[in-house]
């Protein structure tokens, strides 16, 4: 699932996000579901882009990660590093 809080997220965003973040399965087969939000922060300051991340585990606690940049695209390629990197702990941890 994935929100845009005040905007609308246009379909191209949506589809590479979805593409990125799909991956992410391959790295534990309990991963259940996944939540994006994404949010423009008020000021215009460089990195108002917040991207924020939460994975739902079977029989864990939700995994989340945050980052904010100019632009999603960069979110969430460095948050696909980080969750991927959650995901091999958790499963490692759990095995």
């Not at 929100?3 to 996000?17: A, C, D």
């Not at 799909?22 to 215009?44: C, F, G, I, P, R």
């Not at 882009?49 to 739902?56: G, H, N, Q, T």
């Not at 904010?68 to 941890?93: A, G, P």
Request: charge should be neutral; hydrophobic fraction near 35%; proline fraction near 2%.
């Amino acid at each position: 699932m994935i929100n845009g809080i005040g905007f609308s997220v246009n379909p191209v965003l949506q589809e590479f996000i979805t593409k990125k973040l799909s991956k992410l399965a391959k790295y534990n087969e309990d991963l259940q579901s996944v939540t994006v939000t994404l949010k423009l922060e008020k000021d215009d300051a460089v990195g108002n882009k917040l991207a924020e991340v939460s994975l739902s585990v079977k029989g864990c606690n939700p995994v989340f990660a945050s980052k904010s940049s100019q632009n999603f695209e960069d979110d969430i390629d460095e948050l696909y590093d980080i969750l991927k990197r959650q995901l091999i702990k958790l499963k490692e941890k759990n095995s």
